[in-house]
């Protein structure tokens, strides 16, 4: 059961990248019962999760009850905290402005002042680093799709790069 999602800031643009698969019972299911794992919430930010798509989904639902016009930083860390310990998903938090990424694993706040931050299998995420730094010849077949949402996105864009050793890291698992 692989899960990830990787997101990098990259001056005052953010990418993120996630596999969609979903398993039962150890299984993968069908790619038509993927789920996107990243949701635009009031107050410019996009939240992404690792773990359950239903407590997530109610979490966000409830995060966007609760505050329909966005709320503060503190606010939001502590709202997702708490969803983390009741629900034990993780959740990669994105501000847009300033662009800033926050890691929550076990209902904790990760402190890092790294410009890329990760979510998910440790094995998935070892094995995106090596595609991402081409250590490793990539599989040309596989399933894996791509679905990516651009606005108004440059050239050179740090989405590709993440989108395209997410791809090999899917094919791969």
Not at 34 to 49: A, D, R, W, Y
Not at 50 to 67: E, H, L, M, Q, V
């Amino acid at each position: 059961d692989v899960t990830l999602v990787v997101a990098k800031i990259e001056g005052e643009r953010i990418a993120i990248a996630a596999d969609t698969m979903v398993t039962a019972h150890d299984k993968p299911l069908p790619v038509q019962e993927g789920t996107i794992k990243s949701c635009m919430l009031p107050g410019n930010i996009c939240v992404s999760f690792c773990n359950s798509p239903d407590t997530a989904g109610r979490a966000f639902r409830a995060y966007a009850i609760k505050y329909p016009t966005g709320t503060d930083f503190s606010n939001t860390l502590n709202f997702f905290e708490e969803s983390s310990k009741e629900t034990g998903n993780d959740y990669l938090v994105a501000f847009a402005s300033p662009a800033k990424l926050i890691k929550i694993k076990d209902g904790e706040r990760i402190k890092s002042i790294s410009t890329m931050q990760w979510i998910g299998d440790q094995a998935a995420y070892s094995l995106f680093r090596e595609y991402a730094a081409g250590k490793i010849k990539k599989p040309q077949t596989g399933r894996a799709i791509n679905a990516v949402i651009f606005a108004d996105e440059l050239e050179g864009s740090p989405a590709s790069d993440l989108f395209s050793a997410m791809r090999y890291v899917a094919i791969d698992t």
